[in-house]
C-alpha cells in the first residue's frame, strides 16, 4: 500500500520557518522524483519544489526561490521542505508527490506526479 505522510505544517508569523517532512512508503523511493506542491483557497495547484535521485537536481518556483530548500534522504524514505522567510502568501495546504523517473518528464505538473500525501496545513499570519 503506497502512502505519502506529510507533517509540520502549522501557524507561523511572518518571517518565520516551518521543516516539513513527508515520509513514503509503498513503493521504490529511489526511482521516484519528489515534489512539493500547494494550493491555496481558490487557486489551482502549483509547484513549489522538486528534486530527483539526490540533491544534484532540484527546481524551485520563483516565488519560492532562495526562501525554501528542498531535500531527501533516501535511507529514510524522506523529503523535506524547509521554508525560511515565510510570506503571508505562502500561506497554502502543502501536498508531497511522487513522480517515477522518466525520460522528459519536466515534474512541474500535478500530471506528473501518481501518488500523493493528504497535505498539511501552512498558515503565515500575525
Known amino acids: 500500500q503506497v502512502q505519502l505522510v506529510e507533517s509540520g505544517g502549522g501557524v507561523v508569523q511572518p518571517g518565520g520557518s516551518l521543516r516539513l517532512s513527508c515520509v513514503a512508503s509503498?513503493?521504490?523511493?529511489?526511482?521516484?522524483?519528489m515534489g512539493w506542491f500547494r494550493q491555496a483557497p481558490g487557486k489551482e495547484r502549483e509547484i513549489v519544489a522538486f528534486?530527483?535521485?539526490?540533491?544534484?537536481?532540484?527546481y524551485y518556483a520563483d516565488s519560492v526561490q532562495g526562501r525554501f530548500t528542498i531535500s531527501r534522504d533516501n535511507a529514510k524514505n524522506t523529503v523535506y521542505l524547509q521554508m525560511n522567510s515565510l510570506k503571508p502568501e505562502d500561506t497554502a495546504v502543502y501536498y508531497c508527490?511522487?513522480?517515477?523517473?522518466?525520460?522528459?518528464?519536466?515534474?512541474?505538473?500535478?500530471?506528473?506526479?501518481?501518488?500523493w500525501g493528504q497535505g498539511t496545513q501552512v498558515t503565515v499570519s500575525s
Open positions: 528534486i530527483r535521485w539526490s540533491g544534484g537536481n532540484t
Open positions: 509503498g513503493f521504490e523511493f529511489g526511482y521516484y522524483a
Open positions: 508527490a511522487a513522480g517515477i523517473l522518466t525520460y522528459g518528464r519536466t515534474f512541474l505538473s500535478p500530471n506528473d506526479y501518481g501518488y
